[in-house]
């Protein structure tokens, strides 16, 4: 099961489709987990190497029982990017996981 240490947490990730191709990392929606875009994952990885994780509170990701505010899950998932060598790549944010993602590029 491929996790890595995030500030508090450990979060679950996967990657998905060739190693050398463009990177898309995908953020999920608010309680929903990698799982939720199995179909999706499986079409946008047959042309970019697709990063799906599961976000602070869902999935395999740890839950600690605090307040989640979206500068501490885009901080979550800037730092993930960074820990699994993703250097370049685009984002797809799905619902919650867009403004997760405007935070995490600010």
Known sequence: MPTVKVEDITMYYEF???????????????????TVYKEIINQLSEEFKVLAFDN????RTD???????????????AK??????????????????GRIALGSLL
């Open 16 to 34: 998905h489709g060739e190693k050398n191709a463009n990177s898309l990392v995908i953020i999920p929606g608010l309680g929903t987990d990698l």
């Open 56 to 59: 602070r509170g869902s999935g």
């Open 80 to 97: 993930l990017i960074r820990a699994v060598g993703v250097n370049r790549g685009n984002i797809l944010g799905i619902s919650l996981g």
């Open 63 to 77: 839950k600690p029982d605090i307040i989640y505010t979206i500068e501490m899950m885009a901080n979550d998932t």
